[in-house]
């Protein structure tokens, strides 16, 4: 059975993500869904997201939350971002077969910074949380 057909439907109000670059389109699918307050986001954790211990890699959830915490970002700026610092804590373990549902917000928004600020829970317990600083990517002279 390939990974695709071991995913089961995503929680309640997610959707799978718009097409990404290659990066994240690779390492996902992802899923998301509408959020007032920044961005929400979330992943089924399948073998090849996990390390030989078997639990998920903390490279995986480092890509999974600089992409949440810039998806906050851009919602807020309305503009595409880069990342200039990413400061991440692991909490806890996941193993594959588990959703990982992560949640981000802009903290602060300047003319050509923004500040974001999130975590990642699996079944209700934190596993990752996170802070970034990104570079907007507005079109000059526009």
Not at 17 to 27: A, D, E
Not at 80 to 91: A, I, K
Not at 104 to 127: I, N, P, S, Y
Request: aromatic share 8%.
């Amino acid at each position: 059975m390939d990974d695709a057909q071991a995913i089961p439907p995503p929680p309640d109000g997610f959707v799978a993500t718009r097409p990404r670059g290659p990066f994240s389109t690779h390492n996902g699918p992802y899923f998301e869904r509408a959020s007032a307050e920044g961005a929400e986001q979330a992943f089924f954790i399948l073998p090849r997201h996990c390390n030989q211990l078997g639990i998920v890699h903390g490279g995986m959830l480092s890509a999974f939350m600089d992409g949440l915490l810039a998806a906050s970002v851009g919602r807020a700026a309305g503009a595409p971002s880069v990342t200039m610092h990413l400061s991440l804590d692991f909490l806890a373990m996941a193993r594959a077969g588990e959703w990982a549902l992560g949640a981000a917000k802009v903290t602060r928004l300047a003319r050509d910074v923004a500040f974001a600020e999130g975590h990642v829970q699996v079944g209700g317990r934190d596993l990752v949380r996170g802070s970034g600083v990104f570079k907007l990517m507005r079109r000059r002279g526009g």
